[in-house]
């Protein structure tokens, strides 16, 4: 009861969310058109679509206007040069009832931040923000909520610095609180320090958690398969594909899973398999929202297998893939795992005549089935080889108590009863593992590999 009680007070609402009304924003990309900062393998045009559909996953914001102004600065404090801030300012101040500016940049100091509020009259947020928010919007769980609450704590921090300040202003000076000694700075740093600490426990204790079920999941021998892609791409529809789950309401929306979630299927030999549907990546991520879902995506290093779902109807699809695979070598995942990952090309129906130009990628379209029974096979083939399962048949007296225990540590796949000696070919899918034990409790049981 205690620790509930303490993690209802973590996950108290959030000094740093936007409130559940309304807001009328504008959407501004600074456009870096030459130097080392021009981005490869995208627009500006693009770019801003990837921001305005940001905004479109939240409820009650409206978008006023899209505006993409050059930059050759994007570092500087005010992002533009002299000019063409004006210009942005005289656009910004023309639209009617604006609450917001949504600056389409990774992350914005809290100086600049101030300085373009007090310039603009308006809020002023910039990716980090705007993710932070769908975020907290679209988490369900506790584990998904304290991950958001820790990737605020960087943003708690550097807002710090601007009340410090304009405190100062306002006391001539005078940091110290009721003549302790101890400045507000210093008081406010402590209680994050202290808020961070106990969420950081709190994401460990439920780690510790997901371990035990993952190590009884592992016990059952259940191949575990994590299907990864940038946000939208149609993991959660594809799931659903493979495993008939009627339950998984797949939604056309940026960041619709924050969640791990695992889902049982089957592979053409009836093998069981868990698909587990992981969070969306986005370019331009914060590095520390990344850090903060670790916890989430430290699953991944646990699977058997990846499955890459790329949308190659989407015109950036090539950076996109550029951003699974940089978060993915991030995460420090073992070797093998990254060598025998599976690419998938979702949403081909939508292309006319697709035709893959990259090698083993597999067409697809969840949506439709097509493609479906090819990727099974693939997965399956894949899944043996790396989990060491063998497909094999197994002559047993079926008086003796062989058939029962195939049936508790193997997948039956087929039997073909000989009745005239009592005995039956059992073809099953076995772990190596499962296969010694087999091999010491039976051992006249013949056995014949294909």
């Not at 609402?13 to 936007?18: D, F, G, T």
């Not at 500016?101 to 100091?109: D, G, M, P, Q, Y």
């Not at 299927?265 to 009836?270: A, D, K, V």
Request: charged share 25%; net charge positive.
């Amino acid at each position: 009861e205690g620790d509930e009680a303490e993690l209802e007070e973590l996950l108290g609402p959030s000094p740093l969310a936007a409130g559940p009304g309304a807001q009328r924003v504008a959407v501004v990309h600074p456009a870096v058109k030459w130097g080392p900062r021009k981005p490869l393998l995208t627009t500006a045009e693009l770019q801003i679509a990837e921001a305005v559909a940001l905004v479109d996953t939240l409820q009650n914001w409206t978008i006023l206007d899209k505006i993409i102004i050059p930059t050759k600065t994007p570092d500087k404090k005010f992002i533009f040069g002299k000019g063409n801030f004006q210009v942005l300012t005289e656009k910004i101040k023309k639209l009617p009832r604006l609450t917001a500016v949504f600056l389409n940049v990774e992350r914005i100091s809290s100086l600049t931040k101030k300085e373009l509020e007090d310039a603009w009259g308006v809020k002023v947020f910039d990716r980090y923000t705007v993710v932070l928010h769908i975020f907290r919007c679209n988490a369900r769980t506790k584990e998904a909520k304290l991950q958001i609450a820790l990737a605020e704590i960087p943003l708690l921090r550097s807002n710090l610095k601007n009340e410090v300040s304009q405190l100062d202003q306002q006391r001539g000076g005078s940091r110290y609180i009721m003549g302790s000694g101890k400045t507000f700075m210093e008081t406010q740093h402590r209680l994050l320090k202290e808020k961070e600490l106990k969420i950081r426990n709190a994401l460990e204790k439920l780690r510790r958690k997901r371990s035990i079920l993952r190590s009884q999941r592992k016990r059952r021998e259940f191949p575990i398969i994590s299907v990864m892609g940038y946000t939208n791409c149609g993991k959660t529809t594809l799931i659903k594909a493979l495993t008939g789950e009627a339950g998984l309401q797949p939604k056309d929306q940026l960041f619709a899973t924050l969640d791990i979630t695992a889902h049982a299927g089957c592979l053409p030999s009836q093998m069981t398999v868990i698909y587990v549907d992981t969070i969306g990546f986005l370019s331009d991520l914060p590095h520390n929202l990344v850090e903060s879902f670790s916890a989430t995506l430290e699953e991944v290093a646990y699977s058997d297998l990846i499955v890459h779902v790329r949308d190659v109807t989407h015109p950036e699809t090539v950076l996109q893939k550029a951003s699974v695979l940089s978060v993915l070598k991030n995460l420090n995942l073992p070797s093998h795992l990254l060598e025998s990952m599976v690419e998938v090309h979702n949403k081909v129906d939508l292309i006319e005549r697709y035709k893959s130009t990259e090698e083993n990628a597999l067409a697809i379209s969840a949506l439709h089935g097509h493609g479906l029974e090819e990727l099974k096979e693939e997965i399956e083939k894949r899944i043996l080889k790396t989990t060491g399962k063998k497909i094999l048949t197994v002559k047993i007296n079926l008086k003796g108590p062989q058939l029962s225990w195939l049936y508790k540590q193997a997948t039956v796949q087929d039997i073909e009863v000989a009745p005239e000696d009592g005995t039956a070919r059992v073809k099953v899918i076995i772990s190596n593992s499962a296969l010694g034990r087999y091999k010491k409790l039976f051992p006249n049981s013949k056995l014949f590999i294909p």
